[in-house]
């Protein structure tokens, strides 16, 4: 199975941060990478596809990126309803498989 | 408006069944892929299973291949997982998913306990 390294598990950051939240891949998955948000009580939300790919209707200051086998979500200036945990997915192939999760909190 | 809403949750025994249900709205359903997704506090999202369109592609995570059958019918518009043998460890939040995750039901809970 495809192992999905996510780090940090907890990053308190302050409004108007620039925070970033890596996943790297145990083997090649190209641009088969996903990143969900989901706030507490509440379904995951796709913010980023196809490791690059701003989901619809996802603030413009989130964004993704890829280096080899280590995928980023970047957010470009922290806002109070970024608050939230952040889960990565590598849909290469079955099983797919999740990160551990980030737990973005204020400082 | 797209919407999943899946059923059939509960307290069940270990070794016990119990089939949840996913009743999709607002998309053309047998052109899309589906999932079921878990989570847990300490395991967090585990992806399940998935299905192809017509229902003859099905894939399954190594720890519920025999107990699980996910399946779906398109006249209906709706898919199932059946969880057959359940144990302790199945206790978990469950979410219908369309495949790739763009659209997620709220999800339901299953409680595998004595």
């Known amino acids: 199975d495809i192992q999905m390294t996510q780090a940090p598990s907890s990053l308190p950051a302050s409004l108007g941060d620039r925070v970033t939240i890596t996943c790297r891949a145990s083997q090649d998955i190209g641009n088969y990478l996903r990143w969900f948000q989901q706030k507490p009580g509440k379904s995951p939300r796709l913010m980023i596809y196809g490791a690059t790919n701003l989901a619809a209707g996802v603030p413009s200051r989130f964004s993704g990126s890829r280096s080899g086998s280590d995928y980023s979500l970047t957010i470009s200036s922290l806002e109070s309803e970024d608050m939230a945990d952040y889960y990565c997915?590598?849909?290469?192939?079955?099983?797919?498989?999740f990160g551990s999760g980030t737990k973005l909190e204020i400082k | 408006e797209v919407q999943l809403v899946e059923s059939g949750g509960g307290l069940v025994q270990p070794g016990r069944s119990l089939k949840l249900s996913c009743a999709a709205s607002g998309f053309t359903f047998s052109n899309y892929g589906m999932a079921w997704v878990r989570q847990t506090p300490t395991k967090g999202l585990e992806w399940v299973a998935s299905i192809s369109t017509g229902g003859g592609n099905t894939y399954y995570r190594d720890s519920v291949k025999g107990r699980f059958t996910i399946s779906r019918d398109n006249a209906k518009n709706t898919q199932y997982l059946q969880m057959d043998s359940l144990r302790s460890e199945d206790t978990a939040t469950y979410y219908c998913?369309?495949?790739?995750?763009?659209?997620w039901g709220q999800g339901v809970m299953v409680t595998v306990s004595s």
């Open positions: 997915l590598q849909s290469k192939e079955s099983p797919l498989t």
């Open positions: 998913a369309r495949h790739g995750g763009d659209y």
